[in-house]
């Protein structure tokens, strides 16, 4: 792992780490983190691998995205503040799941790189995975997921209280 790879890590997790205080979302702040996995997307991701056991892989890899993405959108409150201006604000459960996503890929990039490999090769022929960007694609496809998933539950959100609908507390956003 590269230092741009702990870099891109770090900011994933102080997305919504800093989110804890809530803070006033802008459409900027929702397209941030698609941005930084997006560039991730771009130079790791080529093409999904052949083969029924690593598609499942990957498919699984995405899965796991989706639910913590959808999750964590829905542990974040979104609503207006006394000034009218719409506030996110991650709940405790929003940051377990974004930093268990991220965590995980990170523990196991640094599992593999630091003497793992041999282990995840032996699991592989096992199950039938043939090739390394199998587990690169489940990575990268899963952190895509998560957070395009979260963005997209934040986002309609943002987008409803931007169109006018009534304030409501915290609490209240999150039980609808």
Request: charged share 10%.
């Given at each position: ?71 964590c959108g829905l ?43 041999g282990a995840i ?56």
């Open positions: 792992m590269s230092a741009t790879d702990y870099l891109l890590n770090g900011v994933l997790i102080a997305i919504v780490v800093l989110q804890l205080r809530g803070h006033k979302m802008t459409l900027r702040l929702l397209v941030l983190p698609i941005v930084v996995v997006g560039v991730v997307a771009a130079e790791y991701l080529h093409g999904l691998p052949s083969g029924t056991a690593n598609l499942a892989l990957v498919f699984a890899g995405a899965l796991a995205g989706l639910l913590l993405g959808v999750g542990a974040t409150a979104v609503y207006r503040n006394a000034d009218g201006q719409i506030i996110g604000k991650a709940g405790a459960l929003a940051a377990v799941l974004w930093i268990a996503g991220v965590g995980a890929r990170l523990a196991f990039a640094i599992y593999v790189t630091h003497g793992g490999s090769g032996r699991f592989s022929a096992a199950h039938g995975i043939t090739t390394g960007e199998a587990w690169v694609d489940c990575l990268i496809l899963m952190a895509l997921v998560e957070i395009l998933s979260r963005t997209a539950v934040l986002g309609t959100r943002y987008w409803r209280l931007s169109q006018g609908s009534a304030s409501r507390s915290p609490a209240s956003v999150r039980a609808s």
